[in-house]
């Protein structure tokens, strides 16, 4: 994983520091919910966790780990932490949880949310989204640059809206490298 990629995890839990203030340092009680219980997966999941492994030896913060076999237990654990007075709670891989998460932000108004790959308008819910269609452009139009048979092929894994867009994506950035 690049170095930026971990830093840019680490930032986060610093800017959700800085937004409390300092009154609201000593209540800083990090917890994160994975949705999926491989976290060592070689992607985004591995990179938060070496991101929060990062902020933890840095600052002598401990940040609470938990994984979700399901999406009533993620729900169950976004839950109990802001009742535990966890704050903020950092939500990863959540694209197929939107709802319960936002009626989980709804009734926990003094929690702060962190979440990856989602909107909606609610002020204690703070944001990050990939542009992924911007990577598979540029990844289309660099295959079909080095491909002799100019065909490309994608894989993929799950039918979640995330790969959704980058095999779309693909394409216009194929097409433009064809017509040159």
Request: proline share 4%; aromatic share 14%; net charge positive.
């Given at each position: 994983?690049?170095?930026?990629?971990?830093?840019?995890?680490?930032?986060?839990?610093?800017?959700?520091?800085?937004?409390?203030?300092?009154?609201?340092?000593?209540?800083?009680?990090?917890?994160?919910?994975?949705?999926?219980?491989?976290?060592?997966?070689?992607?985004?999941?591995?990179?938060?966790?070496?991101?929060?492994?990062?902020?933890?030896?840095?600052?002598?913060?401990?940040?609470?780990?938990?994984?979700?076999d399901s999406y009533d237990e993620h729900t169950r654990?976004?839950?109990?932490?802001?009742?535990?007075?966890?704050?903020?709670?950092?939500?990863?891989?959540?694209?197929?949880?939107?709802?319960?998460?936002?009626?989980?932000?709804?009734?926990?108004?003094?929690?702060?949310?962190?979440?990856?790959?989602?909107?909606?308008?609610?002020?204690?819910?703070?944001?990050?989204?990939?542009?992924?269609?911007?990577?598979?452009?540029?990844?289309?139009?660099?295959?079909?640059?080095?491909?002799?048979?100019?065909?490309?092929?994608?894989?993929?894994?799950?039918?979640?809206?995330?790969?959704?867009?980058?095999?779309?994506?693909?394409?216009?950035?194929?097409?433009?490298?064809?017509?040159?």
């Open positions: 994983m690049p170095k930026w990629l971990y830093v840019f995890y680490c930032t986060t839990l610093f800017v959700m520091i800085a937004f409390g203030g300092a009154a609201q340092a000593e209540n800083f009680r990090p917890a994160i919910i994975y949705d999926t219980e491989v976290v060592n997966d070689g992607s985004w999941n591995e990179a938060i966790y070496r991101g929060i492994q990062k902020f933890e030896k840095r600052t002598g913060v401990s940040v609470q780990i938990e994984t979700a654990k976004m839950n109990a932490f802001a009742v535990q007075g966890y704050n903020p709670i950092l939500l990863s891989g959540s694209t197929l949880t939107h709802k319960k998460i936002r009626q989980a932000v709804i009734d926990h108004p003094k929690t702060r949310f962190i979440i990856f790959n989602g909107r909606f308008n609610l002020p204690n819910a703070y944001f990050f989204s990939f542009a992924y269609h911007k990577s598979s452009f540029l990844a289309g139009y660099l295959s079909a640059a080095k491909s002799k048979t100019k065909k490309l092929g994608f894989i993929g894994g799950l039918e979640i809206p995330t790969i959704k867009i980058s095999s779309v994506a693909i394409l216009p950035g194929r097409n433009i490298m064809m017509k040159k």
